[in-house]
């Protein structure tokens, strides 16, 4: 099962969005989950986890204090509130699960379901 991003646009430098990443709920209540993101022509980064428990989250130093992850259990859903975004943000943000249920980890190749991905540009 496919994880799917939404929520992006096109903003100014400064501004906020929302990205929302809709579960499964089997997956949402035993795996990690994570955001990462792809600007055209460099490899897909890591931006942030949250633990299966919602009691943790990592974030990428480019990020950290700007972006906070939550997750809403009532609707199986995780979130990437973003604040005073900058034009090196832009790019495809995925949101995916950690492969192994109960562990969390950043590397892309340990993550799965992954989606089509949701655009965001910060124009200066």
């Known amino acids: 099962v496919q994880l799917q991003a939404s929520g992006g646009g096109s903003v100014q430098a400064g501004a906020s969005l929302k990205l929302s990443c809709e579960v499964p709920?089997?997956?949402?209540?035993?795996?990690?989950l994570g955001w990462f993101r792809q600007a055209p022509g460099k490899q897909r980064e890591f931006v942030g986890v949250?633990?299966?428990?919602?009691?943790?989250?990592y974030y990428a130093d480019s990020v950290k204090g700007r972006f906070l992850i939550t997750r809403d259990s009532a609707v199986n859903t995780m979130y990437l509130q973003m604040n005073r975004l900058k034009p090196e943000d832009t790019a495809v943000y995925y949101c995916?699960?950690?492969?192994?249920?109960?562990?969390?980890?950043?590397?892309?190749?340990?993550?799965?379901?992954w989606g089509q991905g949701t655009q965001v540009t910060v124009s200066s």
């Open positions: 995916a699960a950690y492969r192994e249920p109960q562990a969390m980890g950043i590397n892309p190749a340990d993550f799965g379901s």
């Open positions: 709920g089997s997956t949402f209540s035993s795996h990690s």
């Open positions: 949250i633990t299966w428990t919602g009691s943790s989250t």
